[in-house]
């Protein structure tokens, strides 16, 4: 079992910068893919960012590639997600994501364990 704790997010102006961190409470954390999702209000859920075990791979949705970067230490049970130059179009809950395959965390379907949500709201 792991139990994922969000915290990071806010409010910021266009432009403007946050980083969102997941600390999961559970064993073997090193052993999980983790990754980030988001929704809007209306729309569906989306793919964002995901990160391999060791930290060695990692993936990017195209809107958030070169502004986006994920990161994880294992160390201390933690993945962040370092946002830059941030748009409107960003605005939405943020939830991070364990499974011990990768490409579950790419898909987003039967993903293991979630976290709670982080509200990123971004004004032009």
């Known amino acids: 079992q792991q139990q994922l704790v969000e915290s990071g997010g806010g409010l910021v102006q266009a432009g403007g910068s946050l980083r969102l961190s997941c600390v999961g409470f559970?064993?073997?954390?090193?052993?999980?893919?983790m990754g980030w999702f988001r929704q809007a209000p209306g729309r569906e859920r989306e793919f964002v960012s995901s990160i391999s075990w060791t930290g060695g791979t990692t993936y990017y949705q195209d809107s958030v590639k070169g502004r986006f970067t994920i990161s994880r230490d294992n160390a201390k049970n933690a993945v962040y997600l370092q946002m830059n130059n941030l748009k409107p179009e960003d605005t939405a809950a943020y939830y991070c994501?364990?499974?011990?395959?990768?490409?579950?965390?790419?898909?987003?379907?039967?993903?293991?364990?979630w976290g709670q949500g982080a509200q990123v709201t971004v004004s032009s």
């Open positions: 559970g064993r073997s954390f090193s052993s999980y893919a």
């Open positions: 994501a364990a499974d011990p395959k990768l490409q579950t965390v790419v898909s987003g379907r039967s993903i293991a364990f």
